[in-house]
């Protein structure tokens, strides 16, 4: 056998769970602060080998670019557009990294240049995302309607009147599938290679499977908790856990 040249690099990876203070909740995200020069087969290799939902990989962005860095995201098996908490993670950490604070930084994604704010600093940091235009689409016909209601374990009755299976899109499309009771989620037992066939199908990135809050709660909607929110390429299978 011939000898085969291996990349071989040594480099930092951060975890950050972001929508959270406490450590071990909310939702976790990988962080590499300093990824010149990684190849795109290198971040996804990283990307594996640390094995949460996406990882983003910072990129000093080039002179006279009209944007402050370049972000990339990686789930452990395909790169995707663009992620939001990961874009969280990888801000905060950036900031308190360098020490920034109370300023706007302009990020190229995959789905485009987006501003992300940093309000005050230290742990108190917050970091408020702008997303791309949300871009709706016809409800799905019926036959994908039902791939889907099937590969979730759901029925009509399971649905909220009124509202669409539909897929909507701020950069990283999600097939929106609204439940008229938060107790049906805890009890979803999703086919996970139906799913991955669903999306094959749409091409679309994910499912967000939803329900909506009592009037009293200060979030309109509460989406999947346990490890069963899938978030696909339609090539790729990655379960993202919701907290």
């Not at 995707?80 to 308190?96: D, N, Q, S």
């Not at 009147?161 to 009890?187: C, F, N, W, Y």
């Not at 346990?226 to 299978?237: D, E, H, L």
């Amino acid at each position: 056998m011939g000898d085969h040249a291996m990349e071989e690099f040594r480099l930092t990876v951060l975890l950050v769970d972001a929508f959270t203070r406490t450590p071990g909740r909310g939702n976790r995200a990988g962080v590499v602060l300093d990824a010149a020069g990684l190849s795109a087969a290198a971040m996804q290799a990283v990307a594996a080998l640390v094995n949460v939902s996406e990882t983003a990989f910072i990129l000093p962005a080039p002179a006279q670019a009209g944007y402050a860095v370049h972000v990339r995201y990686f789930t452990p098996r395909a790169e995707v557009p663009v992620c939001g908490h990961a874009t969280v993670g990888a801000h905060y950490a950036r900031a308190r990294a360098l020490g920034i604070s109370d300023t706007t930084v302009s990020a190229l994604t995959g789905a485009g240049v987006l501003p992300v704010d940093i309000r005050g600093s230290g742990s108190g940091m917050k970091i408020v995302m702008t997303q791309g235009r949300v871009v709706f689409s016809p409800p799905c016909i019926p036959a994908v309607r039902q791939a889907v209601l099937n590969a979730l374990g759901l029925d009509e009755d399971d649905l909220l009147s009124g509202l669409p299976v539909q897929e909507v899109s701020t950069g990283h499309s999600k097939i929106m599938v609204p439940l008229r009771r938060t107790a049906l989620l805890d009890a979803l037992k999703p086919d996970m290679t139906a799913l991955t066939e669903c999306s094959r199908v749409t091409g679309c990135n994910g499912f967000f499977v939803f329900g909506f809050n009592g009037g009293d709660d200060e979030a309109l909607i509460r989406p999947l908790k346990k490890s069963i929110f899938p978030v696909f390429t339609p090539k790729t299978c990655s379960p993202q856990q919701l907290a």
